[in-house]
């Protein structure tokens, strides 16, 4: 992997983190998710007929990867209701590098160098460390370790489809603009039905987390299936939960949640093998 396309990838691990954490901090996290969705709705619907739409081949791909969004949604709010941020984001982020690498390898046949499945299990290692942090406590709480396994074969399964999508497009942040109307529209159908039309138009009244939250979560996204079209896409996946690092950080300081030497181990490991990359690209 070439070093600028691995920079971006770390760069949009620290726009993801950064937005969960402001969904995280909302009182109802489905209705954050909920209003965060309805600002990208907006920029993709104003944004879209500029940049150009996406090539026919990716149609499918973006109504599939719609459909697993919705799910991704849905069980993330789950787990932020019920778990911490600093144990719900490890654990769904964490294991979901796992999924992709042994779909990618059996689906799409994408199959990595040397060096860089060697960075992908130090990467994969050092974000399991995080995950099963105080792993009782985590299993004990069930509800939020089945929504956040839950979210995590959802992030496999729509990180394949746009991976390849991606690819199909010719135009990736047409694709991405099209995919946050098709994910705007499920999410907000959603929350419309289980709670009110009204709920969820007073999201907007926290607009001033959400659209940042939006923007954040739009050029995070965009990066990464860019990316993915240019590099391994279980290497990239891997690389982009990093963030599990980042989100650690912002748990014990802002959310004032236990924090611990794991998470310095973790962290040393995880920049060691993001190093190695280094060296691979020459």
């Given amino acids: 992997m070439e070093t600028g396309i691995a920079l971006m990838v770390l760069g949009a691990a620290l726009f993801h983190a950064t937005w969960n954490a402001l969904v995280k901090s909302g009182k109802d996290h489905l209705l954050s998710i909920t209003?965060?969705?309805?600002?990208?709705?907006?920029i993709g619907v104003i944004a879209l007929p500029f940049i150009g739409f996406p090539d026919k081949a990716s149609w499918l791909y973006l109504l599939v990867s719609g459909l697993i969004h919705f799910g991704y949604y849905v069980a993330l709010s789950e787990a932020y209701k019920h778990g911490d941020f600093s144990q719900a984001y490890p654990v769904a982020r964490g294991t979901a590098p796992i999924l992709v690498s042994l779909w990618g390898v059996f689906?799409?046949?994408?199959?990595?160098?040397?060096?860089?499945?060697?960075?992908?299990i130090g990467v994969m290692t050092g974000i399991l460390i995080f995950a099963t942090r105080k792993l009782e406590t985590?299993?004990?709480?069930?509800v939020a370790l089945i929504s956040a396994l839950c979210t995590?074969?959802?992030?496999?399964?729509?990180?394949?489809?746009?991976?390849?999508?991606?690819?199909?497009?010719?135009?990736v942040p047409g694709y991405m603009l099209a995919l946050s109307v098709i994910d705007g529209m499920l999410i907000m159908i959603y929350t419309a039905i289980v709670r009110s039309p009204a709920a969820v138009w007073n999201t907007w009244k926290s607009w001033k987390i959400l659209v940042p939250g939006a923007l954040l979560s739009l050029a995070a996204y965009t990066m990464v299936v860019w990316a993915m079209t240019r590099a391994p896409i279980p290497l990239v996946s891997a690389l982009r939960e990093t963030s599990i690092i980042i989100a650690a950080l912002i748990g014990a300081f802002y959310f004032k949640e236990p924090s611990g030497k794991r998470?310095?181990?973790?962290s040393i490991v995880i920049f060691i093998s993001v190093a190695i990359l280094g060296f691979d690209s020459g």
């Avoid at 689906?107 to 992908?120: A, D, G, H, K, P």
């Avoid at 985590?138 to 069930?142: C, D, G, L, T």
């Avoid at 998470?263 to 973790?266: G, K, L, P, S």
């Fill in 263 to 266: 998470r310095i181990i973790a």
């Fill in 107 to 120: 689906i799409l046949n994408e199959f990595m160098s040397t060096v860089e499945l060697i960075s992908l």
């Fill in 35 to 42: 209003g965060l969705n309805f600002v990208s709705l907006v």
């Fill in 152 to 171: 995590s074969m959802f992030i496999a399964g729509y990180t394949l489809t746009d991976g390849v999508g991606g690819r199909l497009s010719g135009n």
């Fill in 138 to 142: 985590v299993v004990q709480n069930k």
